[in-house]
């Protein structure tokens, strides 16, 4: 079976609770339950972490072996060259998504290291760009 694996990174975690008026009010867990729904022929593995060095160790772990990474690297979206690096040494596609719009926030958010080391990148279009995502890496 194929596997699929999401990485969401720091405050992920409080989806649902965090800044709802941006992130809205479903919790990750309760849309992902939706994600295995519509896409019952793969498997999807779940990884969420607040800590830059996890991500980085995950990525390592599945990045050689699976049709892809959806990866959220939160806040380390604007600030990490290492997970970039790990990116750019992993054979397993990676496609970037954020829920929120980074390029109509905050000035900090609008740069992005990661988006150059990926094959796709999915901003705005709230949980749903995890299936948009997926949809993606099936047409590879």
Do not use: W
């Amino acid at each position: 079976m194929k596997v699929v694996h999401i990485i969401n990174g720091p405050n992920l975690n409080l989806l649902g609770t965090r800044e709802p008026e941006i992130y809205g009010s479903l919790t990750f867990e309760d849309y992902l339950g939706t994600l295995r729904a519509r896409f019952s022929q793969i498997k999807i593995e779940y990884f969420q972490t607040n800590h830059e060095g996890s991500i980085i160790d995950y990525l390592q772990k599945v990045g050689f072996e699976n049709i892809g990474v959806i990866l959220n690297a939160g806040g380390y979206t604007h600030t990490s060259i290492a997970i970039r690096d790990t990116i750019a040494a992993i054979t397993a596609p990676v496609i970037e998504v954020h829920i929120s719009d980074i390029h109509r926030r905050e000035a900090f958010r609008k740069h992005s290291y990661l988006t150059e080391m990926c094959i796709g990148f999915i901003s705005g279009q709230g949980l749903e760009g995890y299936s948009l995502a997926i949809e993606e890496l099936l047409d590879l």
